[in-house]
């Protein structure tokens, strides 16, 4: 069973920055290296939305509108994890950011890591 824990998230000030990681373990047949990777957030009362995702080699990424310049999504095959570079937060990017690994009709979901941008 995959299972994906995140970290790196916690209370910033806006225009601050903060590096969200994803650790997966528990693949069974298939490498990390095959999963398309991507991270997910929902803020109170709002839909969970896809913020950036990246190919299996990383040679391939894509980002929310409201992100893009600001995020960077990146991964480490070799440490089976997945990163998100997070810079001039806004108070807007306050929510519960998740990581997600695909791979043709299977997902996984990590369980949810906090990240509040306030003064």
């Known amino acids: 069973q995959v299972q994906l824990v995140e970290s790196g998230g916690g209370l910033v000030q806006p225009g601050g920055s903060l590096r969200l990681s994803c650790a997966a373990s528990g693949f069974s047949g298939f490498t990390f290296s095959v999963y398309r990777m991507s991270w997910h957030r929902q803020a109170p009362g709002k839909e969970r939305e896809l913020v950036a995702g990246i190919t299996g080699d990383g040679g391939g990424t894509n980002y929310a509108d409201s992100v893009k310049g600001r995020f960077t999504i990146s991964r480490d095959n070799a440490k089976n994890t997945v990163y998100l570079q997070m810079n001039s937060l806004k108070p807007g990017d306050t929510a519960v950011y998740y990581c997600?690994?695909?791979?043709?009709?299977?997902?996984?979901w990590g369980q949810g890591t906090q990240v509040t941008v306030s003064s």
């Open positions: 997600r690994a695909t791979l043709g009709p299977s997902g996984y």
